[in-house]
């Protein structure tokens, strides 16, 4: 069973870091991009970032350049998820996802197709 399990969210004030974990397991993801979403009440799903599991290779939407880091541990079979300086529109639930690589714009959710369950932050000013 194909399974991303979250990690990490929690309420944090303006200016503070949080680290989120996505713990996958069931199959190899080694040919998929890992990506990292977020959904805010009464908005679509966005993307945030992704990262390809072989290469390491990042990308970031512009909002959060110079703030969030994404890193896999192969070993662990883990994806972190750091984000730094914190602002309070960036509270929402924090997916992560897969996706196979040669499947799909990677900034688009509905490339993807596991899920993990998501965990809330919430950024208090």
């Known amino acids: 069973q194909v399974q991303l399990v979250e990690s990490g969210g929690g309420l944090v004030q303006a200016g503070g870091s949080l680290r989120l974990s996505c713990a996958a397991s069931?199959?190899?993801?080694?040919?998929?991009?890992m990506g990292w979403f977020r959904q805010a009440p009464g908005k679509e799903r966005e993307f945030v970032a992704a990262i390809t599991w072989s290469t390491g290779i990042s990308y970031y939407t512009d909002s959060v350049k110079g703030r969030f880091t994404i890193s896999r541990d192969n070993a662990k079979n883990t994806v972190y998820r750091l984000m730094n300086s914190l602002k309070p529109e960036d509270t929402a639930v924090y997916y992560c996802?897969?996706?196979?690589?040669?499947?799909?714009?990677?900034?688009?959710?509905?490339?993807?197709?596991?899920w993990g369950q998501g965990t809330q932050v919430t950024v208090s000013s």
């Open positions: 069931g199959r190899s993801f080694s040919s998929h991009v």
């Open positions: 996802g897969a996706k196979p690589i040669l499947y799909g714009n990677y900034r688009s959710p509905v490339a993807y197709d596991y």
